[in-house]
Nanobody, 114 residues
Framework: QVELVESGGGLVQAGGSLSLSCVAS???????MAWHRQAPGKERELVAL???????VYADSVKGRFTISKDNAKNTVYLQMNSLKAEDTGVYYC?????????WGHGTQVTVSS
């Protein structure tokens, strides 16, 4: 079972930026990595995904503002969040999928004040 540890959450004003990191306990070279988020009272939703070949997929609500990237040598995936809005508030979870095995991090809180 892969372990995923997120960091980088916090409190930021609307219009500001935050960068999240997720370190995996094993190689992510052949792994699809993603960030999900869950706002209070809402279901968890996909924010951004990056495949093992580097193809990126974004939720419509974050296109043009968020960027997902990864460093295979460091087993780390990043989420750069710019132009943050109050509706981006939530717990952000790192997710991995490899050979049919899925893993979740414990989450990091992002709060955007308006």
């Amino acid at each position: 079972q892969v372990e995923l540890v997120e960091s980088g959450g916090g409190l930021v004003q609307a219009g500001g930026s935050l960068s999240l990191s997720c370190v995996a306990s094993e190689s992510i070279l052949t792994t699809t990595m993603a960030w999900h988020r869950q706002a209070p009272g809402k279901e968890r939703e996909l924010v951004a995904l990056i495949t093992s070949l580097g193809r990126r997929v974004y939720a419509d609500s974050v296109k043009g503002r968020f960027t997902i990237s990864k460093d295979n040598a460091k087993n780390t995936v990043y989420l750069q969040m710019n132009s943050l809005k109050a509706e981006d508030t939530g717990v952000y979870y790192c997710y991995s999928l490899s050979d049919g095995r899925a893993g979740w991090g414990h989450g990091t809180q992002v709060t955007v004040s308006s």
